[in-house]
């Protein structure tokens, strides 16, 4: 048997952080489904914060895109011009 994932909680923030070791994309890609159904439910999102190079392009990032994404755009380019914080994220089509 695989651990299981592993979640924090940041109830002051209303965040919810799951990470799992997954084996191939399609397990990845049920685990995020459930994931994002259970939080459109409740009103959230799920968004992928990091996956395997191989993967990238392959795995919705982020699945909805939120009405703030142009702000988080414009503070990330403020806050981290050079791109290094957390790379690839907010780099979402929008058409």
């Known amino acids: 048997l695989r651990p299981a994932p592993t979640v924090l ?3 002051a923030n209303g965040l919810v952080y799951a990470t799992a070791n997954l084996e191939n994309l399609g397990e990845a890609q049920a685990w ?3 994931l994002r159904q259970a939080a459109l439910r409740l009103g959230g999102y799920t968004m992928v ?3 395997p190079a191989e993967w990238d392009g392959r795995l919705e990032r982020f699945g909805y895109i939120p009405e703030a ?3 988080m755009r414009t503070l990330k380019a403020h806050w981290d011009p050079a791109g290094i914080l ?3 994220a907010f780099i979402v089509d929008q058409d």
Do not use: A, I, Q
């Open 9 to 11: 909680l940041d109830f």
């Open 32 to 34: 995020v489904d459930k």
């Open 49 to 51: 914060m990091e996956l």
């Open 69 to 71: 994404l142009p702000l």
């Open 86 to 88: 957390n790379p690839g």
